[in-house]
């Protein structure tokens, strides 16, 4: 089961992660997402448990619970919606814009 952390301190790391729900069973993965420019975490990861029924005990252990001075929010990650690609751009995210078609440019 994938299992969704908000709310996470900047200095949160995926050693902390794995180490918190391993208390709770078997840990296949951890990630703690960081923007990609500055390196720095976005506040919010993703651990991986193979055991449904271990992954909803530390679900409902740990949300809510303190993390280096943040009270976590865990739950069941949702999977991603078909045609969502972040970036927060409008026009798909690419640059140049202008509001013209083919972004901006003249021909």
Do not use: C
Not at 23 to 36: L, P, T
């Amino acid at each position: 089961m994938n299992i969704y952390i908000g709310n996470l301190s900047r200095d949160v790391t995926e050693d902390d992660l794995r180490h918190a729900f391993e208390a709770f069973g078997e840990v296949s993965s951890s990630n703690v997402i960081k923007d990609r420019f500055s390196g720095e975490s976005k506040g919010f990861g993703f651990v991986e448990m193979p055991s449904k029924e271990e992954a909803q005990n530390a679900i409902q252990s740990l949300n809510g619970k303190e993390m280096k001075g943040r009270n976590l929010t865990v739950n069941e990650a949702r999977p991603r919606t078909e045609g969502h690609r972040g970036g927060g751009r409008p026009g798909g995210g690419r640059p140049g814009g202008g509001g013209r078609p083919g972004g901006g440019r003249r021909y």
